[in-house]
């Protein structure tokens, strides 16, 4: 959707927007702001991506500017958005992700080979697997592109309303349930999109959507910042603090996967 100067200037969508937002976000599965940021902040942190990538160099962290600029991190319009869906206890963790695509790049394959196409996934399941109904967002990613995002430089292809979409419980020996992979005969039966956006938009994506990241033809890079949020009962114990104390690393060493698993929350010290 397009985001009027006014509400640029004052940094938050008009009611009227805000309602188009939120419907959009939960019978659609995602919205697009168009080109909120500027272009220059995008190159900023193009560069400094880049830089870490080339020199491996620690010195360029990812807890630093411009990767921690407020307009990126506490974007006002997709908070406010994410707010008035998920309540304003919502919570992140830093420092957030990037996807890449290159020419060439190779995504492996449920069955093990290799595909220059991602298989089409969800970033995650229904909050009660097998639930008849889906309920409610609970899990929203915001993507950044930092390059204008086009079919030819493989921009994500992505199934409208496939969020709402609710299949049988999970069979944790099944591969394509438990990495909420969609099968291919199944997506081709519905319409997809691909996310065409230039650089500087700002997509608010909830997570359950199929999607999959599509070939590059292109020799520049193409990346997007991703922010994951959560709805605050995905961690009401972080609330009050039990997760503050580190679990010693020598204690971590001697547990078994499955109470590892139970307390993974965990900071290990050293
Ligand atoms: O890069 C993309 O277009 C999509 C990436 C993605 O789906 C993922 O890594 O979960």
Redesign the pocket.
Known sequence: MEVSLEELKKNKLNSENLDIAIRTLNEVGYVILEEILPINLMKDIRSSLEERNNQNDEAVTLMSMPFLDPRIIDNSLAIQIIEATMGNKFFSSLPYGF???RRDALYGTIDGGESDT?WI?R?SGQLFPGFPIALPVSKIVVNIPLVDFTAEN???ELWPGSHLIVDPPIDVNDPYHAYHVCSEERAAALPSIR?IMPAGSVIVRDMRCW????PNHTDET?T?I?IVYLHQFHNTMGDHGVFRSGIPEEMWDQMSDRVQSVYRFHSVTK
């Open positions: 996807n890449t695509t991602q996934h970033d493989g921009c994500t996310l999607h999959r990241a599509m193409r997007m991703a």
